[in-house]
Nanobody, 122 residues
Framework: QVQLVESGGGLVQPGGSLRLSCAAS????????MGWYRQAPGKQRELVAA???????NYADSVKGRFTISRDNAKNTVYLQMNSLKPEDTAVYYC?????????WGRGGDYWGQGTQVTVSS
């Protein structure tokens, strides 16, 4: 059974930094893309950043130049380094792993983390 465990959220002042982590537990053969999404109160969940299995990245326009996504395949972990945080970055952040295969012949499945609150406020 695959589970994603997030950590690193919290309260930070505007201009500050946070680093989110999301690690997959269980017997894992491979993971396709990894991503971070966020959902603010009253808004839809939106993609923040994503990284493919070969390291190609994609960012929402609102976070370009401030956030950096990275992954450690040996640890089945994805990170989101968030710098120059703004109040509008306040949201619950969720990690998502696509096509997580536990065997070489399996089709794999998509998994979500439990969410971690990021609050940017003075």
């Amino acid at each position: 059974q695959v589970q994603l465990v997030e950590s690193g959220g919290g309260l930070v002042q505007p201009g500050g930094s946070l680093r989110l982590s999301c690690a997959a537990s269980g017997s894992i053969f491979s993971i396709n893309a990894m991503g971070w999404y966020r959902q603010a109160p009253g808004k839809q969940r939106e993609l923040v950043a994503a990284i493919t299995s070969v390291g190609s990245t994609n960012y929402a326009d609102s976070v370009k130049g401030r956030f950096t996504i990275s992954r450690d395949n040996a640890k089945n972990t994805v990170y989101l380094q968030m710098n120059s945080l703004k109040p509008e970055d306040t949201a619950v952040y969720y990690c998502n792993f696509e096509r997580v295969r536990t065997t070489p012949w399996g089709r794999g499945g998509d998994y979500w983390g439990q969410g971690t609150q990021v609050t940017v406020s003075s």
